[in-house]
């Protein structure tokens, strides 16, 4: 999550829709009062590359500067350990909604952009299958795997219900009325980001977003040959409004 006091715009990072690099890349562009979450330790290496990093989300600023030190030395393990935390400590946090935030800093709603990233409800559900087969040995490579490991993945998220983790509708959900909403959509990240710079009226040259978590998107993989019918039948029942709301056709 990111609020920009400086450009007046809130991002809110949802699941599995390329949000951690969307979030790189606005991070160097913000203002010492804006507000930044954490990322994983070694995405946030990167950010930090890029001149960017989490910064006014804890009531401890001592807190911050230790855990930006252990990842700085690379000391991932320690770092996640240290990002493990209360929401007392911690108030604003990774993938939290937008009503919160406003709860937290009741924004003038009319003042601010609300920004966050869209992507077909299948190829979040996939995504998040691909992901969770090798996650806990992310190094910040690229997670590819082959399909057949992939649903073996999907099962085991459809047995469990863990599938609904990939929703993200919720998330933007507001009854204030703000400036404007904008939304990226994964499937052309760097045409709509540019324009969303644009739009801002940041300048950044080159305006590239950085790949984080990268999975098997780009691999060729079809909802049909990934799903069963089933399969199909509860994500389109559960990801309905997102369809809907995102114009993304149901199989």
Do not use: W
């Not at 999550?1 to 809130?10: G, Q």
């Not at 330790?41 to 009531?59: H, T």
């Not at 935030?101 to 003042?111: K, R």
């Not at 040995?137 to 590819?144: F, P, T």
Request: glycine content about 4%; aromatic content about 10%; proline content about 5%.
């Amino acid at each position: 999550m990111i609020f920009s006091f400086k450009h007046k715009f809130i991002f809110i990072k949802g699941r599995k829709v390329a949000g951690t690099s969307v979030e790189m890349a606005l991070s160097p562009h913000c203002g010492p009062q804006d507000i930044i979450t954490p990322i994983s330790p070694v995405d946030e290496l990167k950010r930090l590359a890029l001149g960017g990093q989490p910064q006014n989300y804890s009531r401890a600023q001592a807190v911050e500067a230790h855990y930006l030190a252990l990842v700085q030395a690379k000391n991932i393990d320690a770092a996640i350990k240290t990002r493990v935390h209360s929401d007392s400590a911690y108030p604003f946090f990774n993938h939290m909604s937008l009503a919160t935030v406003e709860a937290l800093l009741a924004p003038p709603s009319q003042d601010y952009t609300l920004i966050y990233n869209v992507r077909n409800p299948y190829a979040k559900v996939a995504s998040l299958a691909n992901m969770y087969i090798s996650f806990g040995q992310y190094s910040g490579k690229a997670m590819a795997h082959s399909i057949e490991d992939i649903q073996k993945s999907i099962g085991k998220l459809f047995d469990s219900g863990q599938y609904i983790l990939a929703r993200n509708h919720a998330l933007y959900q507001s009854p204030h009325p703000y400036k404007e909403r904008i939304f990226l959509r994964q499937e052309h990240l760097t045409v709509d980001y540019k324009s969303l710079l644009k739009h801002l009226h940041i300048s950044a040259n080159p305006a590239e977003i950085p790949h984080a978590k990268q999975g098997s998107s780009g691999m060729g993989y079809q909802a049909k040959d990934m799903f069963t019918r089933a399969q199909l039948d509860c994500i389109n029942s559960a990801f309905a409004a997102e369809f809907q709301a995102h114009e993304y056709a149901m199989i």
